[in-house]
């Protein structure tokens, strides 16, 4: 399955590059552009700032221009913090990586921009894309680094493509204990407590249905519902060996 | 209005802490504490990489343990990585701050704890929380650094609060063209073009209904119809004077 582009403008630093590379890879993206890398290129320890996504960089194309870099795409954005005063659609994230997954559904090939460290990209290449893409960050810390912007827009990129998976899940495996076996055991729960006094007089419907709520959120198995149980018995066994109720 | 609180437990690195301190930052949160923070605090380094955002690292709270950390707290969310064999909850962080928002609107305070940069929290540390939060990172490149995992919470923490705006929009700002002006435009391209014999016979219906799908995508305003058309007719003005139909 196709995944979208990411282009770099003119980036400097090589930890930023390597860092992109590792964003992208935690969010499976895999193919990146780079066009004119300033500094020279490539770039000292940017393979060790890419932590194993070192295939990323491999695979990196370089190109003298944007144009020729984003010549081949049939959809692009372009990621900027700042009002460019162009007549262009801005998006956040989410919905720009909603739009990109229509469009790949659609075969199109997607690409998204990120500028320069310091200046981010100009008019004229916000002026390339389809519409931008901007992050909701607050007014007072507006200010995202290169990385992060590719890891937010990769984030998004994979939950707009339901491929947002949690790795593993740690919900309970067994069943759930069924209503009869739940209402058994409030039953019990409530003439256990019954019997030892615990309601104040008028109050046993009202506090019995809050724990009634309680319980159920626990999602109880079988189990558990055998467990509750034999604690209530040796609960209320413990409490006849000591007629006065002293522990 | 409340914010989630975010906890490092015994984090290691100055630049680890700064850059938090910068994500949050960045998405609107402010307290941050720290469980017995390793090698020394506070840290050489960390103002710098927490580029301005110092006024997170000025309020922190350092606490000896994480039960004091989180003692005030009603509810207590923990991310991981990795499976826990515990049967808790696991949310993405999407879900989990839906919740947070949820919790926060009814007053509970809310807390997010982060583990070591090697290994994580310890099983007794995510027992203490309601749910796990983890993140849908690709099972090839599954590690999220402290400052990138800090970051997508507190993205996702402005989201679920509903304070994710474009801090710009880039939409066109006068009222789009009124349907009339529209179909006039429409009627005066197509028969523009009919007299300039561009339509292949039989085609021009539905060459004419693709033509006015694709001008209807580009929110023409009243003045875009006026430009419209004065290019029209130069262009048939043009033509006229070239009765040859050179250029």
Chains 1, 2 share one sequence.
Do not use: C
Request: hydrophobic share 45%; glycine share 6%.
């Amino acid at each position: 399955m196709s995944v979208p582009v990411v282009i770099l403008v003119e980036p400097q630093l090589a930890e930023n590059i390597g860092m992109t590379a590792r964003a992208m890879a935690n969010f499976g993206l895999s193919e990146l552009r780079l066009v004119a890398p300033r500094n020279g290129w490539p770039k000292k320890g940017m393979r060790e700032a890419a932590s194993g996504a070192t295939h990323v960089l491999d695979a990196a194309k370089v190109y003298a221009t944007l144009p020729e870099a984003v010549a081949d795409l049939n959809v692009l954005f372009a990621t900027t913090a700042r009002e460019r005063g162009q007549m262009k659609r801005v998006l956040l994230p989410d919905v720009a990586m909603a739009e990109a997954n229509v469009r790949i559904a659609n075969s199109d090939k997607v690409g998204v921009m990120f500028g320069r460290e310091r200046i981010g990209l100009l008019n004229d290449e916000v002026s390339l894309a389809d519409a931008i893409v901007t992050f909701p960050v607050s007014e007072e810390f507006p200010s995202l680094n290169l990385a992060q912007a590719v890891l937010l827009v990769g984030y998004e990129w994979r939950r707009a493509a339901g491929l947002a998976q949690a790795p593993f899940t740690g919900e309970i495996r067994a069943q759930q204990a069924t209503r009869e076996a739940l209402l058994s055991l409030f039953e019990t729960l409530e003439a256990t407590l019954a019997r030892a006094g615990f309601y104040p007089p008028e109050k046993r419907e009202s506090i019995a249905r809050n724990m009634r709520d309680r319980l159920h959120r626990m999602s109880l198995t079988e189990q558990d519902v055998r467990t509750f149980r034999g604690a209530l018995k040796a609960l209320e066994r413990g409490a006849r060996r000591r007629p006065d109720g002293a522990a």
